[in-house]
Each structure stands twice: as C-alpha cells, then as structure tokens.
C-alpha cells in the first residue's frame, strides 16, 4: 500500500537557520505530493503541493521539490523564524477517485529566538 | 466563519458511554472524511464519503461509525467508547481534484 515516512522529530533549530525536513514515499501509482502544517491548538493547512516529477511547490518562503527518481519530496526553507514553530507532515494522494491522503507521522519544529 | 467546523472541540466523557462528533462544512464539497491523530502516529482514515450515499471505511474503523445527513454534515459515532479512542479527531473535505480542507479538530478524552 501506500505509506510516507518523514524524518523523526522534534527538530529544535535557532531562528534564522536553515531548515530540512525529509520524506520518503512509497505508492502504487503516480501521487500527488503535499505537506501540510498544524500550529498549536488548529487543524491542519496546506503548506504547499506538487502534482508531477520535477515540480516545486513553494509558499511562504517553503519550497519542496517532487523527486520522482528518489521518491522524495524533503521541505525546506533558508532561513526559519519563530512563528514557523508548528507540526509539519508529508502527505500523498493518488489518483482522484480516492482523494484522501495517506500522512506520515508529522515533525515537530521548535523555532528558538 | 471557518470553512469546516468541527463540534465539540473538547469532550471529556467515561468510558462505555456513546459519543458523537459533528463536522459541517460550507465549502460545497462533496466528500468528507474523519482521521484520528495521536502523537507519533499521524492521521489515520476512520471513514469517508463521496456523497450522501456513499460511505466508505478507513484503515482503522472498527469502533466507530458514521452518518451522513446531507453534503454539509458529516457526524462520527463511538457507540461504546474506550480509553484508547482518545485522540484528537480531524474533519476533512475535498473536491476530490483539489488538496483536503480540515477542521480545527476534536480534543476527546475517555477516562
């Protein structure tokens, strides 16, 4: 079956540092690809997505480039700050008759001043 | 107002007792679905629905069970719950082309 494994967390970094998060994916067809953030206390907002090899997604300074060589899909960004501090997860989906996501396991992003 | 709503946001109940969840959403949507997330494990599928006649298990739905009302509503039951049914509860809606829309989410606690 499908599955999306992310790299352990929690991740603690200092603000204005360089950012990787990692995730793998395993899946029976061609995914779309997405992570998806949670700040405290809310649900869960897409962050950014890409639908095809070779796309980047990028958003509020976040990109993520969909490898389809390597199955992976790592986030990153230069230079975090402390409101990035939130869950990330890796997400895909296949095909649009099912349309629900498989989720890794999410990590946690600490931010410090 | 948000898109999808989510009532209770915290339930605290004992276990064996009956328990519903609600999700309504003003998206249009014609699919809802109901994960389970507890720390270090994700989100996990309970159900899904295509339309109000189409319900659909996930990959951990024994337990649990469903009701759609109409396309906006999408209501999760625990018939008798138990402590290993506390989690936090997320709706999700989606066009089925687009990415998911979720919830603010359930904080349930079985005691």
């Known amino acids: 079956g499908d599955s999306v494994t992310q790299m352990e967390g929690p991740v603690t970094l200092s603000e204005e540092a360089f950012l990787t998060i990692n995730c793998t994916y395993t899946?029976?067809?061609?995914?779309?690809l997405f992570w998806y953030v949670q700040y405290p206390g809310e649900g869960l907002q897409l962050l950014l997505k890409?639908?095809?090899?070779?796309d980047k997604g990028s958003n509020k300074g976040f990109e993520a480039t969909y490898r389809k060589e390597t199955t992976s899909f790592h986030l990153e960004k230069g230079s975090v700050q402390v409101s990035d501090s939130a869950v990330y997860f890796c997400?895909?989906?296949?095909?649009?008759?099912?349309?629900?996501?498989?989720f890794g396991d999410g990590t946690t992003l600490t931010v410090k001043p | 107002d948000a898109d999808v709503t989510q009532t209770p946001r915290n339930r605290i109940t004992k276990t064996g007792k009956r328990i519903m969840l609600e999700c309504s959403q003003t998206?249009?949507?014609?699919?809802m679905y109901w994960y389970r997330q507890d720390p270090g494990l994700g989100l996990r599928l309970i159900y899904y629905?295509?339309?109000?006649?189409?319900?659909n298990k996930g990959e951990i739905s024994d337990g649990y069970s469903v009701s759609r009302q109409a396309q906006a509503k999408f209501s999760l039951s625990l018939e008798s719950a138990i402590p290993n049914q506390t989690a936090l509860y997320f709706c999700?809606?989606?066009?089925?082309?687009?990415?998911?829309?979720f919830g603010d989410g359930t904080r349930l606690s079985i005691l």
């Open positions: 999700a809606t989606s066009d089925g082309v687009r990415p998911q829309h």
């Open positions: 899946a029976t067809g061609y995914p779309s």
């Open positions: 890409a639908t095809k090899a070779d």
């Open positions: 997400a895909l989906s296949v095909g649009t008759n099912a349309g629900k996501s498989t």
């Open positions: 998206k249009g949507h014609d699919r």
């Open positions: 629905s295509f339309d109000v006649k189409d319900i």
